[in-house]
């Protein structure tokens, strides 16, 4: 199992919840737009953290906390996740669990064995374009069957979007809402390019807020509820 680190609580990653952050290293994406990208292409420059001294810190902050976010790289890649989830779940605490969506087996057992309270599913572009998202073919029936899953799912759920302008235009917001059809959630979030993985794309100038607002406006087409964060 890959834990490459651990931050003490936070009240933003978990809705209403104070939640601890556990984030695990690797990737089967390199979006150029990735906020972690250490996590992501140099995962071995961190030393794992201890499985055994990670659960003893969650056991002792279990008065205070409420859950922890799982997050990333990607967790979903890690063989020792569904594992480390059953044993949070044995402390008593939620589980928020980010992914991108394209290991559905993993998300559909964790469903199965109830062992997530909350997902967020990054969408990143049009289906069409995940290509364009890593280094090798990406296979994007994996996203959609992840889709379908979560929006049947019986735990809270949001699909969040980081508007980065050449990857989230307005119909790649169209494709994007084809596929969420239906979902109860999809958060627009404005895009950062500070730590992006790519240096080109750390030069990006953000979509306006006028901008982000014009795609939320399209996107309450197809979903129950959009929210903005970040403007």
């Known amino acids: 199992m890959h834990i490459k680190g651990f931050q003490g609580t936070s009240l933003l990653d978990y809705p209403g919840r104070i939640a601890s952050l556990v984030f695990f290293g690797g990737c089967n994406l390199t979006c150029p737009f990735c906020h972690n990208p250490d996590l992501v292409l140099k995962p071995g420059t961190y030393p794992d953290y201890p499985l055994d001294e990670l659960l003893d810190d969650l056991r002792s902050r279990r008065s205070f906390i409420d859950g922890i976010v799982v997050s990333g790289g990607e967790p979903t890649v890690d063989r020792g996740l569904i594992p480390f989830l059953r044993e949070v779940k044995a402390l008593g605490l939620l589980v928020k669990l980010d992914s991108n969506g394209l ?10 064995e109830q062992l997530v309270d909350y997902l967020a599913i990054d969408i990143k572009t049009s289906p069409a374009r995940y290509g364009e998202l890593h280094t090798a073919p990406v296979d994007s029936e994996a996203l959609m069957r992840s889709i379908a899953t979560v929006k049947k799912a019986k735990v809270d759920y949001e699909f969040r979007t980081t ?4 990857f989230v235009e307005e119909a790649d917001i169209r494709n994007m809402g084809e596929a969420l059809s239906g979902a109860r959630c999809w958060v627009l979030q404005q895009f950062v390019p500070r730590y992006a993985l790519s240096p080109q794309v750390q030069l990006l100038e953000p ?8 795609m939320a406006a399209l996107a309450e087409c ?4 959009v929210q903005i964060r970040g403007l």
């Not at 508007?163 to 050449?166: K, L, M, N, R, S």
């Not at 197809?222 to 509820?225: G, I, R, T």
């Open 103 to 112: 290991a559905p087996e993993v998300l559909e057992g964790a469903l199965w």
């Open 163 to 166: 508007c980065v302008p050449g």
């Open 207 to 214: 979509h306006s807020p006028e901008e982000i607002e014009r």
């Open 222 to 225: 197809y979903v129950d509820e």
